[in-house]
């Protein structure tokens, strides 16, 4: 019987997915992507060769695996052909073995036009967007007049519906000579795409489901974090879509009672990119130690990310609306020259403490970590490989975490590569 397991992040994303996705992959035969678009990035390091990737799904770079992009994604198709040349280039091919939903929207050059117009316009309260047009693109799907894959398939239907959003766009088109806003150039270079693009589209909820009936193991991924959620994130310092076992429900077509098993990626601290509420954020040279030693620059976007102390309010809310059974803790190496680590174990609202998130938006600038210390390791975790070699004050705060998660440990991660991972 196979078994379906989805990945998820539980922080602000970045948590090291792409990794974790990957080293699932090696037991899956199929590997979904669910939301999100090329606004996130997942860096995989396999055999001395270094894997970005922002719309094909991890297990792309494993030999036989199948990968499908589901009606959840938003789909940036210049994009996705120079991910596709990227890694042809490292001699994967992806034909046969990447498929695409019909109703999967689109991302347009406009998009993104609108994207950085938007921005600009709303000055100091910028939501601090990747300026990929992700946000717009949803807006388009949600206004129920998205471009989608099929489109690709009717020609003059596609011409039609983009000289729509001409009109209906004029505020960003008039007087612009931006190529972005030159709908014949747009659709040229769809048609020039679409040969390579139209033999990949499916129903991947059928495909889903066959794969189900053969008895196939089925790996979900996604994009960004749970705190990045539209509804359940820290609106409106979010990212377009559901980034929760929610969205890969609707994100691929398929019933809840398909999923066998939850794992969340947790960064063994916390890291956000952007704008937003970040209780822990460190600003002084130990959040600096953090960024260095852990390589916290955006795959995508290659910005700094910001770093804080380990957020267990936040992951509360993140393992519960998930339910979350296994956890995957990534960079504990990160930790290891550091005398004294911190974890936020509860927040203080103006006198109120509190060990849940706040959903108001006001009250998330408010709040004040109440941290419980633990004594530093100071020794190398790196590349270790069994648990009992942890050292006994590193060990003491994993256990710490699961038990404040009530989640079981499923993998540690010590390193980049992949075999510097413990695994239980």
Not at 5 to 30: S, T, Y
Not at 256 to 272: F, L, M, N, Q, S
Request: hydrophobic share 40%; net charge neutral.
């Amino acid at each position: 019987m196979g078994k379906t397991v989805i990945v998820v992040g539980c922080q602000w994303g970045d948590e090291g997915k792409g990794k974790v996705v990957d080293l699932l992959a090696d037991k899956a035969d199929v590997v979904a992507r669910f939301q999100g678009g090329a606004n996130a990035g997942h860096t995989i390091l396999a055999e001395g060769k270094k894997f970005i990737l922002h719309l094909i799904p991890s297990g792309i770079i494993h030999d036989g695996k199948v990968c499908y992009i589901g009606n959840g994604v938003v789909l940036d198709p210049f994009a996705l052909i120079e991910e596709i040349e990227a890694l042809k280039m490292q001699s994967i091919s992806v034909v046969g073995r990447l498929f695409i939903s019909a109703a999967t929207n689109l991302v347009m050059p406009y998009h993104k036009l609108i994207d950085c117009t938007d921005e600009k316009r709303r000055g100091g309260d910028g939501i601090g967007t990747t300026l990929r047009g992700i946000g717009p693109a949803y807006r388009d799907k949600v206004d129920r007049c998205g471009i989608r894959m099929s489109d690709l398939l009717e020609p003059e239907r596609l011409r039609r519906r983009l000289e729509i959003h001409k009109k209906v766009k004029c505020d960003y088109f008039s007087g612009s000579k931006d190529d972005r806003a030159d709908i014949e150039k747009i659709f040229d270079d769809l048609m020039t795409l679409a040969p390579v693009l139209t033999p990949m589209i499916t129903d991947v909820s059928l495909a889903l489901e066959k794969h189900r009936k053969e008895g196939r193991n089925i790996l979900l991924e996604g994009a960004q974090g749970a705190m990045l959620d539209i509804d359940l994130g820290t609106y409106p310092y979010t990212t377009s879509s559901n980034t929760t076992v929610g969205g890969a429900l609707t994100g691929l077509g398929i019933g809840p009672k398909a999923i066998d098993e939850v794992v969340g990626v947790v960064k063994a601290y916390t890291t956000r990119v952007g704008s937003g509420p970040f209780p822990t954020e460190l600003v002084d040279d130990t959040g600096l130690q953090l960024r260095e030693k852990g390589g916290e620059y955006g795959t995508t976007t290659g910005r700094p990310r910001r770093t804080g102390w380990l957020d267990l309010v936040a992951l509360r809310h993140a393992c519960r609306i998930n339910e979350v059974a296994k956890l995957a803790i990534t960079k504990l190496d990160v930790l290891d020259r550091l005398d004294s680590i911190k974890v936020a174990v509860a927040y203080d609202l103006k006198g109120t403490i509190m060990k849940e998130m706040p959903l108001d938006p006001d009250a998330l600038w408010h709040l004040k970590p109440v941290y419980r210390d633990f004594v530093g390791w100071k020794s190398s975790t790196e590349g270790i490989t069994d648990f009992d070699k942890l050292p006994l004050q590193a060990k003491e705060y994993l256990k710490f975490i699961s038990h404040e998660l009530n989640a079981a440990l499923g993998l540690v991660s010590t390193g980049a590569s992949r075999d510097e991972t413990i695994q239980f």
